[in-house]
Nanobody, 124 residues
């Protein structure tokens, strides 16, 4: 089993920045990729970004192009999502997810473990 705990969410004004963290514990040696998804009220879960444990990143270009950066610290089993130039439409619960098979994916159903989520609210 892998446990994921997100942190770093909060309330920020439009144009501001936040950094989300996702710490993995348990059988972390089995992780092959991790991703960030978000879900706004009344909307479907949306892919944000993913990173492979061996390198390589994937972004939802349309939504976060040039504003968000995903990174990892393998020594801490932690993935980060640096979010800049935040917009009110970025308001959502942000979820961290881990895959134990395959590379980073845009499909939420290809991830095996999920965190509880952290709320990000961007005010106008």
């Amino acid at each position: 089993q892998v446990q994921l705990v997100e942190s770093g969410g909060g309330l920020v004004k439009a144009g501001g920045s936040l950094r989300l963290s996702c710490a993995a514990s348990g059988r972390t040696f089995s992780i092959r990729a991790m991703g960030w998804f978000r879900q706004a009220p009344g909307k479907e879960r949306e892919f944000v970004a993913a990173i492979n444990w061996s390198g390589g990143m994937l972004y939802n270009v349309d939504s976060v192009k040039g504003r968000f950066t995903i990174s990892r610290d393998n020594t801490k089993n932690t993935v980060y999502l640096q979010m800049g130039s935040l917009k009110p439409e970025d308001t959502a619960v942000y979820y961290c997810a881990a895959r134990i098979i395959g590379a980073g994916s845009r499909r939420y159903d290809e991830y095996h473990y999920w965190g509880q989520g952290t709320q990000v609210t961007v005010s106008s």
